[in-house]
């Protein structure tokens, strides 16, 4: 036994009882949350049931309502992701430079983008829907605007984040030239930064466009908006057809972003 | 590199200029630039209603401010609901989808289980969690039910995917090394591709988490349970003030989402 008493140890005594202390409050949160949480038993043990007929309401679908107004409603929905992402693009890409460290050196410009970064991502996009559609009104300018907003903090980290890792070196020699920042940013960072810069605003697009289908249900135009009307109605076989048109420019527009980011990058 | 063969690094008259006029890439400008003047025509958007907003705007914030927290019990009964619905739906969610994952990595499972199982977790991360939680309201009736189903299908579209894609990239070797002990598929799981991607898989539970705090207090304006509720009835009441403390409240239970789950990152490093 003297030969062999050292005992090998994955992790040191700290490790483990943080990591079980861990354990132990999910665990506790979990009981908690299950014990106090308004759940009512019959309403679980009947979903499968109610969901059956919901599913028997929706078949069969009421296609000839998708050119009366799905289309249009569609093409909004598409509208207001685009215009979204490239209104953004206005507020995100100062935030980012004033975000990266390499670019702007005052620590109070950091705090600035951050609190603008934190508090876009902070707020959901309905919740910005909501925000904008009082001030604006129901309509598309306040489902744009709910999206350009929502989308600030994402865009605005990840090209921060992408500015910071840019290699110096031809910075300092466009700066060793005198360039103005003009010109450092457009011939030193710009070209290194292009790659990440438009697979980032492709997969906000993306995303977007999932967004943009519920912005309607708060009054903020798109599909949603047909959505919301037909549920209230409870035509559920136009509905259906809705969630189909959803469905399908969701993964056209998935389809679309994974093309292009092997052509772009 | 163009030019850096050594006939062409001689001759300065043909290399190449490295900022020269990309066409292709003005003429995409043009086109975004198109898009936009179209776009701005067709959804009716002009200077004029934009002007007009900007006054609303400063009329809202003008009722917002001081944000009143009067109605402080029914804030924090709506703050617990959501903890709530985020808690149970993220450690349900994060469970199943450890199972799915391992179903759905092609380098450990046949074909005819992984497909279906990629398929399954496709669909879930398809529709955006609103509409979702649309169609739970509609079938399991108001209240937090609703939104614990919704955001268990919500983290299963997505850690499920991304422990798929760990597990995908793991190192086989020391799979065939637990293998060639004689053991067992549990095991085989336990010692050999788990530690590998635990880390991982603690980093995307712990998002997860973070995202379903932030979902869980939007799922309420569809009727779904928690703190969203109550935001969406102070909208519609033009209660400014109250929304204002609501949105403080979420904005701080984000940020207290966000501190947990850094100290759990740092504690499974």
């Given at each position: ?68 107004a799905v289309h249009d409603a569609m093409v909004e929905t598409l509208?207001i992701a ?61 489902g ?65 466009v999932?967004?943009s289908a519920v912005l309607g249900l708060?009054?903020?135009g798109g599909i949603g908006v047909v959505l919301d009307d037909s ?10 057809v809705s969630l189909l048109a959803i469905?399908?420019i969701v ?15 | ?127 955006h969690?609103?509409i ?138």
């Open positions: 036994m003297n030969t062999i008493d050292h005992h090998w140890q994955r992790f040191t005594l700290k490790q483990k009882l943080s990591r079980y202390a861990v354990y132990l409050v999910i665990v506790m949160a979990f009981v908690q949350s299950i014990q106090s949480v308004e759940v009512i038993p019959e309403f679980l043990l009947d979903a499968p049931e109610q969901m059956a007929d919901m599913f028997s309401r929706m078949w069969p679908m009421d296609f000839a309502y998708y050119p009366t509208n685009t215009l979204g992402t490239l209104i953004t693009l206005i507020f995100a890409i100062p935030l980012a430079l004033m975000n990266a460290s390499n670019i702007v050196s005052s620590v109070w410009c950091h705090w600035i983008s951050r609190f603008f970064l934190v508090s876009s991502r902070s707020v959901n996009s309905l919740v910005w829907a909501l925000l904008f559609v009082s001030i604006f009104g129901p309509g598309v300018i306040a744009v605007l709910a999206i350009a907003f929502r989308s600030i903090g994402f865009v605005g980290k990840l090209l921060g984040e992408a500015l910071e890792e840019v290699n110096m070196g031809s910075i300092e020699a466009l700066k060793a030239t005198g360039a103005s920042w003009l010109s450092i940013l457009l011939k030193g960072y710009w070209p290194q930064v292009l790659p990440a810069f438009f697979s980032i605003v492709l997969f906000r697009w993306d995303i977007n999932r967004e708060v009054g903020a549920m209230n109605l409870f035509q559920w076989d136009r509905v259906a469905f399908v993964i056209l527009a998935e389809i679309l972003v994974v093309n292009v980011r092997k052509r772009l990058i | 590199m163009a030019g850096l063969n050594s006939t062409r690094l001689h001759s300065t008259k043909d290399r190449e200029n490295p900022f020269k006029h990309n066409w292709f890439v003005s003429a995409l400008w043009l086109l975004v630039v198109c898009y936009v003047v179209y776009s701005f025509d067709a959804m009716d958007l002009s200077w004029g209603r934009i002007h007009s907003g900007l006054g609303h705007a400063s009329d809202l914030l003008a009722r917002m401010v001081p944000p009143n927290f009067s109605r402080w019990s029914l804030l924090l009964s709506g703050l617990i609901e959501s903890l709530e619905i985020a808690v149970i739906s993220s450690i349900c969610g994060i469970f199943i989808s450890l199972f799915l994952g391992l179903f759905a990595a092609r380098n450990l499972m046949p074909g005819w289980v992984s497909t279906p199982v990629r398929t399954l977790i496709a669909l879930c991360r398809t529709f969690p609103v979702i939680a649309i169609l739970f309201v509609k079938s399991v009736g108001f209240g937090a039910l609703a939104g614990i189903l919704t955001l268990i299908v919500a983290s299963i579209g997505f850690i499920a995917k991304l422990f798929a894609e760990a597990i995908e990239e793991i190192s086989l070797k020391q799979v065939e090394a637990i293998r060639a002990t004689g053991a067992g598929f549990t095991s085989i799981i336990l010692f050999s591709v788990m530690p590998q991607v635990f880390a991982r898989f603690i980093g995307f539970s712990t998002y997860q988490l973070d995202s379903n705090l932030r979902n869980s207090t939007m799922v309420g304006i569809v009727g779904a349970g928690g703190l969203g509720g109550t935001l969406f009835s102070a909208f519609q009441r033009f209660d400014y003030d109250f929304v204002a403390a609501i949105l403080i409240v979420i904005i701080a239970l984000i940020m207290f989402g966000e501190f947990l789950s850094n100290i759990v990152r740092r504690i499974f490093r």
